[in-house]
């Protein structure tokens, strides 16, 4: 049972903290509260989430996905590329009803809770599909069609580079929400960025506090500069044993 007053004041004062209270209203908070009560209640019942105490899905899950979400331009098209439980999907779509989102996971399970939840949440403008990234990338109806392709928590820079690249339109971008290892990764990738077609990268330290921690996450940006030439993505063997 979570208490929605203390919750709701505790994302409202870290939300705060952070300057990303302007994104909260009385209808924002009451879905991340709704959002929070059904995903531990499913993750009873399967693994969704490893983060179970509250003020760090706070901070770990929703202040990190709200920092990502105020950087979007708006109105634009976005694809979640091994979205999980929804991140960054749900807050995103919670926080800014301007962008439209579509998620994907190879497992069914997560993204049936991304459908059902998003139904719940009355977030229309979210789209949630099982695919294999390397298989959608290749499809015309996915094939660079969006504004943005991001995803938090998959894969190293090189095999997401891969795995990410084809979705975007020429001038859009890939934006990786990483870990401690940013930097040197993506000197690693520098080859498969040239190859998917990117062009100029820039990597942002995303700074975040709140219950007396600090996290911080770098999000790395790689524009596309041209098309994703035809052969890539190659097949999830390929790309896991030899990146580029
Ligand atoms: N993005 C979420 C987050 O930040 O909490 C989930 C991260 S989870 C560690 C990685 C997810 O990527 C898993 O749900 C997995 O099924 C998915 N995934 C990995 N490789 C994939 C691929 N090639 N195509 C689609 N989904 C993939």
């Known amino acids: 049972m979570i208490d929605e007053k203390a919750f709701s004041s505790d994302l409202n004062r870290v939300f705060g903290e952070n300057g990303l209270g302007g994104m909260l209203n009385l209808k924002r908070t009451e879905q991340f509260y709704r959002l929070t009560v059904r995903m531990l209640e499913e993750n009873e019942k399967y693994n969704l989430t490893a983060i179970t105490d509250i003020s760090k899905i706070i901070l770990n899950h929703y202040l990190d996905c709200a920092a990502f979400a105020k950087r979007l331009p708006k109105g634009a098209s976005i694809i979640d590329i091994g979205c999980g439980a929804g991140f960054p999907s749900l807050p995103v779509a919670i926080l800014r009803d301007d962008i439209r989102i579509t998620a994907v996971d190879s497992t069914a ?8 939840t998003a139904e719940l949440l009355g977030l229309t ?6 695919m294999r990234a390397e ?32 979705y975007v339109k020429v001038g859009g971008k890939f934006m990786a929400m990483k870990g401690k290892n940013a930097e ?18 820039a990597t942002e330290e995303i700074k975040l506090t709140g219950f007396g ?15 994703t030439p035809s052969g890539y993505p190659r097949v999830y063997a390929k790309i896991s044993k030899k990146p580029l």
């Open 135 to 166: 298989e959608g990338a290749i499809k015309p109806e996915y094939r660079e069609k969006f504004d943005i392709a991001c995803a938090r928590a998959v894969a190293e820079m090189r095999v997401l580079t891969e795995l990410c690249l084809g």
């Open 109 to 116: 399970k997560r993204v049936n809770y991304v459908k059902e």
């Open 213 to 227: 921690e600090t996290l911080t996450h770098p999000l790395i940006t790689v524009t596309k500069r041209s098309k």
């Open 184 to 201: 040197f990764e993506l000197k690693d990738a520098k080859r498969a960025i040239a190859i998917m077609g990117g062009g100029d990268t």
């Open 125 to 130: 403008h979210l789209e949630a599909i099982v």
